[in-house]
Structure formats: structure tokens, C-alpha cells
């Protein structure tokens, strides 16, 4: 089996701060994808990435970057960071797009 | 743009109740439908999945996918209040990624 890893696992940010959120997997999947999840709703899909050095937007990129360094590393930079964006951020990976995917804990973010 | 909804939003049924949860889907061109789990403040967690018309069974918990009615179910026999969590579904095209829809909280009550 595997795991992912997402530092950190909580992240306080000023209002307008650049903040990076960092994500590992040991799969050795070739896809990984960055969620959102506002309290106890569903996941809009922010970013993800087929394969070291691709990014493709979501849903939900504007107001985000990304960066897939190498194939088990994919980070999420949220540009100028919005209290309206306070939420719980997940890291998955696949193998595939129609492939189960598998989650890391998340990352809560509090903007102040 | 695919869509993916999901109901009801919310539902409390007794322990050992027959739970049937729905989703429908816009793009009939989707080829892989599934189920996730989401226990309280934990990661979600792949349940099942099904590719083709028909049913699948795995213990407690049968997936029914009728494509032609852009729709998909999970059911759960003999619900256990260990059951009570957000389900979500996804749908996807072969090539493209899952698109979720914005869950189902269920609360299996002793």
C-alpha cells in the first residue's frame, strides 16, 4: 500500500498572503489532483496533473497556482489568500482519470 | 461540462434500515462511476465503483448504474451507525478526471 502526505496540516494566513500547501504520494501514481471542501460539503476540483511537469485547471483555479516539481510531489500556492476560502484543502492521486482516488488527510486553512 | 447532483442532502434512518442513496449525472458519455465515504474530520475514501449497467455487491453495499437514465445509487443493507458519514459520488469520462457531486450526509441512528 501507500500513502499521502500533506504538510501542513494546518495553515494561518493573513488576509492577502501568497500561502503554499504541500502534497507527497508513494504510489507512484501518475495523476494528482488538488481539492477544495467547504465544511461538510462536496470537493471542487482546483488542480491536478497527469504526469510530472503537466497542470490543468479545475473548476476552481482562479485565485490558485500549482506545481507539479516531480511525479510525487504536487504543491497548491493560494495567491492572495480570502476569508471566504477558509476550508479544508485534499491531495488525491490516481492512476488514472476513471481510476479510484486516493486522499491525504487535508489541509485546514484560516485566513484572519 | 459534466454535472453531477446528488440526494438527498441529508437523511437519518434506524439501525438495520435498507439505506439507498441517489445520483444522477449529465454526460452520457461517462464510463466509470463511483462511490467515496467520508467519516467525520478523515480523508474520503473509495467505497465502490461499477463501469457497466447492472448491479455490484460487495457485503453490505450494492451500486446499481442505469446509464440510460444518467443515473447511479448506493445501497446499504442493514445499516450500522458505524455507516453514518458524507457520501459523495463521481462520475468521469475515460480520459478526463472524476467530478464529484456535493454529497449525501448520512446519520444511522442506534
Known amino acids: 500500500g501507500g500513502i499521502i502526505t500533506q504538510t501542513p496540516k494546518f495553515l494561518i494566513g493573513q488576509e492577502g498572503q501568497k500561502l503554499t500547501l504541500k502534497c507527497q504520494q508513494n504510489f507512484n501514481h501518475d495523476t494528482m489532483y488538488w481539492y477544495r471542501q467547504d465544511s461538510g460539503k462536496g470537493l471542487r476540483l482546483i488542480y491536478y496533473s497527469i504526469t510530472e511537469n503537466d497542470l490543468q485547471k479545475g473548476d476552481l483555479s482562479e485565485g490558485y497556482d500549482a506545481s507539479r516539481e516531480k511525479k510525487s510531489s504536487f504543491s497548491l500556492t493560494v495567491t492572495s489568500a480570502q476569508k471566504n476560502e477558509m476550508a479544508v484543502f485534499l491531495c488525491?492521486?490516481?492512476?488514472?482519470?476513471?481510476?479510484?482516488?486516493?486522499f491525504g488527510p487535508g489541509t485546514r486553512l484560516t485566513v484572519l | 461540462q459534466q454535472k453531477v447532483q446528488q440526494s438527498p442532502e441529508s437523511l437519518i434512518v434506524p439501525e438495520g434500515a435498507m439505506t439507498s442513496l441517489n445520483c444522477t449525472f449529465s454526460d452520457s458519455a461517462s464510463q466509470y462511476f463511483a462511490w467515496y465515504r467520508q467519516h467525520s474530520g478523515k480523508a474520503p475514501k473509495a467505497l465502490m465503483s461499477i463501469f457497466s449497467n447492472g448491479e455490484k455487491e460487495e457485503g453490505r453495499f450494492t451500486i446499481h448504474l442505469n446509464k440510460a437514465s444518467l443515473h447511479f445509487s448506493l445501497h446499504i443493507r442493514d445499516s450500522q451507525p458505524s455507516d453514518s458519514a458524507l457520501y459523495l459520488c463521481a462520475a468521469a469520462n475515460s480520459g478526463t478526471y472524476q467530478r464529484f457531486g456535493t454529497g449525501t450526509k448520512l446519520q444511522v441512528v442506534p
Open positions: 488525491a492521486s490516481s492512476p488514472g482519470g476513471a481510476r479510484e482516488q486516493y
